[in-house]
């Protein structure tokens, strides 16, 4: 069965400041999802990673995949207030279907 | 505009009676899913549909049901609800020839069964 795990599953930081979520997960797979939530609001999808070392950037947020260390990370640079909201990554468990498997998300509150 | 719609976006229920969640799409895809979501377990998929007439469980089918009789639409129905079931539910869809299978989310039905 897989497992998807996020940490931390709470941030709270500063603007201008820097940091990485982290995303393992348990068995193989062949793509991983970045979604964002803001509160009271549905998931927009932010990245999509399909190979080992992919790299997706936009803005100040930039994703990764390690598929042999079956570890994502989503890296805030320079994080400003509007990047706060709940952001979950999700992996797909089985090929040529779209099972997918959350993580328990992740709330990132950024402070002035 | 393209998009998932969810109705109702809020309902207050009683244990026990039936109710439906509608869901369509305007985008023609092929794929379609239900999600709970609450608090501290992220996601969990309830079923999901590849195509027309293909509907699957997902990891927490137990007390509810789906159909796929057209593509456009997946109406999620809990045949006697109770107070477990409340919860966020989110439909989504993607399309299978894109390769990537990114999912649109519809705007979440919350759902309360007293």
Request: glycine share 8%; proline share 4%; with cysteine.
């Amino acid at each position: 069965e897989l497992k998807v795990e996020q940490n931390p599953l709470f941030l709270s930081m500063q603007e201008g400041k820097n940091y990485t979520i982290y995303c393992n997960y348990s068995t193989t797979s062949d793509r991983l999802y970045w979604y964002r939530q803001d509160p009271g609001k549905s998931l927009e999808s932010l990245f999509v990673l399909l190979s080992n070392g992919a790299v997706k950037q936009e803005g100040r947020l930039m994703a990764s995949l390690d598929t042999k260390a079956r570890l994502s990370t989503l890296h805030i640079t320079a994080a400003v207030h509007d990047l706060s909201a709940t952001y979950f990554c999700a992996v797909r468990v089985i090929q040529g279907a779209q099972k997918l498997v959350f993580g328990q998300g992740t709330r990132l509150t950024i402070n002035p | 505009e393209a998009q998932v719609t969810q109705n109702p976006r809020y309902l207050i229920t009683v244990t026990g009676k039936k109710l439906t969640v509608t869901c369509s799409q305007n985008m023609n895809h092929e794929y379609m899913s239900w999600y709970r979501q609450d608090p501290g377990l992220g996601l969990r998929q309830i079923y999901y549909s590849m195509n027309v007439e293909v509907t699957d469980k997902g990891d927490v089918p137990e007390g509810y049901k789906v159909s796929r009789k057209e593509k456009r639409n997946f109406p999620l129905i809990l045949e006697s609800p109770s107070p477990n079931q409340t919860s966020l539910y989110f439909c989504a869809s993607s399309s299978e020839g894109t390769g990537a299978n990114v999912l649109t989310f519809g705007a979440g039905s919350r759902l309360t069964v007293l």
